[in-house]
Nanobody
Framework: QAQLVESGGGLVQAGGSLRLSCQAS????????MGWYRQAPGKQRELVAA???????KYTDSVKGRFTISRDNAKSAVYLQMNSLKTEDTAVYYC????????????????WGQGTQVTVSS
């Protein structure tokens, strides 16, 4: 089993920036893709950004141009740089990892972190 631990959440004013980190540990040999999801109160968990097995990146439309996903394979870590934050970005952000694919549905994903709260104030 792999474990994912997020860090970097917090409270920030609109227009500010935060950087989330996710560190994978344990049995990570079968992890091929990592990414970030978020869940706001009363809403479904949604994909924010992720790597594909080809090494490309994908983003949900609402964060394109503002968020950047990156990784450090040597450290088994993935990061999410969030700039120009908006109040609607407020959510619990979850790191996710899978053997094959991270898609728009959170169902069936192999591993999840515990989540980190991001709150953007106006």
């Amino acid at each position: 089993q792999a474990q994912l631990v997020e860090s970097g959440g917090g409270l920030v004013q609109a227009g500010g920036s935060l950087r989330l980190s996710c560190q994978a540990s344990g049995s990570i040999g079968n992890i091929n893709v990592m990414g970030w999801y978020r869940q706001a109160p009363g809403k479904q968990r949604e994909l924010v950004a992720a790597f594909t097995r080809a090494g490309t990146t994908k983003y949900t439309d609402s964060v394109k141009g503002r968020f950047t996903i990156s990784r450090d394979n040597a450290k088994s870590a993935v990061y999410l740089q969030m700039n120009s934050l908006k109040t609607e970005d407020t959510a619990v952000y979850y790191c996710a990892a899978d053997t094959n694919y991270l898609g728009s549905s959170p169902v069936g994903i192999d591993y999840w972190g515990q989540g980190t709260q991001v709150t953007v104030s106006s």
